[in-house]
Nanobody, 123 residues
Framework: QLHLVESGGGLAQTGGSLRLSCAASGSGLEDYAIAWFRQAPGKAREGVSCISSNTYRYITDSMRGRVTISRDNAKNTVYLQLNSLEREDTAVYYC?????????????????WGQGTQVIVSS
């Protein structure tokens, strides 16, 4: 059973950066696609980015240029680098994983979810 734990959230200023981590336990991540989602207050959860086992990456249009996703299988961790933060980036950020899957930001494609890490961006 794969267990995911997000970290790295917190309070940041507009224009700042944060690096979120998604650490896995219970299994290696080599065969898993990992995605990041976020849910802003009063809004539906939305996909942000994903990375497949062969490191194919996808970033949604709204975040492209400000977000980088990477993985370190040796550390069983996936990272989401958020740059040029905007107040609209305030949300709970979740990572999700699914084995033998291509990169996807469809929530139903993922079997394992973390509990989320809160990001608050203030001016």
């Amino acid at each position: 059973q794969l267990h995911l734990v997000e970290s790295g959230g917190g309070l940041a200023q507009t224009g700042g950066s944060l690096r979120l981590s998604c650490a896995a336990s219970g299994s290696g991540l080599e065969d898993y696609a990992i995605a990041w989602f976020r849910q802003a207050p009063g809004k539906a959860r939305e996909g942000v980015s994903c990375i497949s086992s062969n490191t194919y990456r996808y970033i949604t249009d709204s975040m492209r240029g400000r977000v980088t996703i990477s993985r370190d299988n040796a550390k069983n961790t996936v990272y989401l680098q958020l740059n040029s933060l905007e107040r609209e980036d305030t949300a709970v950020y979740y990572c999700a994983a699914d084995q033998y899957r291509l990169c996807s930001i469809a929530q139903d494609d993922y079997s394992y979810w973390g509990q989320g890490t809160q990001v608050i961006v203030s001016s």
